[in-house]
């Protein structure tokens, strides 16, 4: 068997979306529970960048630059989905008060929120995530997330 005709991991992006004054922006959808970053999965021939830069198009109505990788995020998965390695893009602070075009079928709000309060409200898997793409623009670094540990 060819390695490279099975799909190992699926790739996902998402973007830290900051104001001026630190907090962040989350979504809600109408399938999940809790908040998310902005962000979806790569699509077939599209760059990690042009992913996170395509998805903050289509669910919030913002043409954004990404700017560097901030975290990787490898997530086990389950028998509905294969393992997702995400990738957590940064991108320059925004007005808060920037009109917003959410995506009608995928995106039912957006908040801005206190990065403590965002982290609580993300969902579960994406806590640590969002808690580490926070420290990684702090401290100018990239930080992998594995399943069972951080480096």
């Known amino acids: 068997m060819n390695p490279y005709e099975t799909t190992v991991h699926r790739a996902a992006v998402g973007v830290l979306i900051t104001?001026?004054?630190?907090?962040?922006?989350?979504?809600?959808?109408?399938?999940?529970?809790?908040?998310?970053?902005?962000?979806?999965?790569?699509?077939?021939?599209?760059?990690?960048?042009?992913?996170?830069?395509?998805?903050?198009?289509?669910?919030?109505?913002?043409?954004?630059?990404v700017t560097r990788l901030l975290a990787v995020h490898f997530s086990r998965g389950n028998q509905h989905a294969p393992d997702t390695v995400l990738y957590v893009f940064d991108t320059d602070p925004i007005d808060s008060s920037t009109p917003l075009t959410l995506q009608a079928d995928e995106i039912s709000g957006a908040y801005w929120l206190e990065p403590e309060e965002a982290i609580a409200r993300h969902t579960e898997r994406g806590q640590a995530r969002l808690a580490a793409a926070l420290k990684a623009r702090a401290t100018n670094t990239t930080i992998y997330l594995d399943a069972d540990r951080t480096f």
């Open 19 to 65: 104001d001026f004054d630190g907090k962040v922006l989350l979504v809600s959808n109408p399938y999940r529970a809790k908040l998310v970053q902005v962000g979806g999965m790569v699509e077939v021939g599209e760059t990690l960048a042009a992913a996170a830069e395509r998805e903050t198009l289509e669910e919030i109505g913002l043409e954004l630059t």
